[in-house]
Nanobody
Framework: QVQLVESGGGLVQAGGSLRLSCAAS????????MGWFRQGPGKEREFVAA???????TYTDSVKGRFTISRDNAKKMVYLQMNSLKPEDTAVYYC?????????????????WGQGTQVTVSS
């Protein structure tokens, strides 16, 4: 089992920045691909970014150039630095872990999930 706990969400004005953190515990040696997803009001959960054990990264097009995913394997932490935030970034952001090493943008292919942290961007 892997437990994931997100933090760092909040209310920010458009153009501002937030840094989300995800703390992993449990059998973390099993986690390879780590991802961030988000779910806005009335929307389905969508992929935001993912990072492999060796820090290969992938992003959805809408956040490229604004968000950066990173990880600290020694501290068992994953981060999402979000800059130039827009009102359409408003959502609950979830950290997820996938036991296999291959990159995936599909929520159903992730094995463990955090409880989510709310990000609200005002215009």
């Amino acid at each position: 089992q892997v437990q994931l706990v997100e933090s760092g969400g909040g209310l920010v004005q458009a153009g501002g920045s937030l840094r989300l953190s995800c703390a992993a515990s449990g059998r973390t040696f099993r986690m390879n691909m780590m991802g961030w997803f988000r779910q806005g009001p009335g929307k389905e959960r969508e992929f935001v970014a993912a990072i492999s054990w060796i820090s290969d990264r992938t992003y959805t097009d809408s956040v490229k150039g604004r968000f950066t995913i990173s990880r600290d394997n020694a501290k068992k932490m994953v981060y999402l630095q979000m800059n130039s935030l827009k009102p359409e970034d408003t959502a609950v952001y979830y950290c997820a872990a996938r036991q296999t090493a291959s990159i995936s943008e599909e929520p159903e292919e992730y094995d463990y999930w955090g409880q989510g942290t709310q990000v609200t961007v005002s215009s």
